[in-house]
């Protein structure tokens, strides 16, 4: 049974950075994808950055240059490296796999998935709030 627990949330002011940790157990696939996603009260479930068992990432246009993710396979753990943290980044954080790769197409080019659709595991979410 796949499980993925969450933790380094927290309230940080503007320019600020946290990390996020996501640590995995029962995940066993040799292709795969994990990633960060967001959600705020009242819209959709956003992709921020995802990566696959290859280290190839993809990320949002939102946090490209700000977040950076990573993976520790020797402890099954992912991270979200949050710097130059803005008030608009407030949301609920939520780590999320992928029995496969799965990719789509952004301006015309494959890149790896953002779409939640394509992530069948998730963990319960850590909130990040961040202050003016």
């Known amino acids: 049974q796949v499980q993925l627990v969450e933790s380094g949330g927290g309230s940080v002011q503007a320019g600020g950075s946290l990390r996020l940790s996501c640590a995995a157990s029962g995940y066993t696939y040799s292709r795969y994808c994990m990633g960060w996603f967001r959600q705020t009260p009242g819209k959709e479930r956003e992709g921020v950055a995802v990566i696959d068992s290859d280290g190839i990432t993809n990320y949002a246009d939102s946090v490209k240059g700000r977040f950076t993710i990573s993976k520790d396979n020797a402890n099954n753990t992912l991270y979200l490296q949050m710097n130059s943290l803005k008030p608009e980044d407030t949301a609920m954080y939520y780590c999320?796999?992928?029995?496969?790769?799965?990719?789509?197409?952004?301006?015309?080019?494959?890149?790896?998935?953002?779409?939640?659709?394509?992530?069948?595991?998730w963990g319960q979410g850590t909130q990040v709030t961040v202050s003016s």
């Open positions: 999320a796999a992928a029995s496969n790769k799965a990719f789509r197409k952004y301006g015309g080019t494959w890149f790896l998935s953002l779409e939640a659709d394509d992530f069948g595991y």
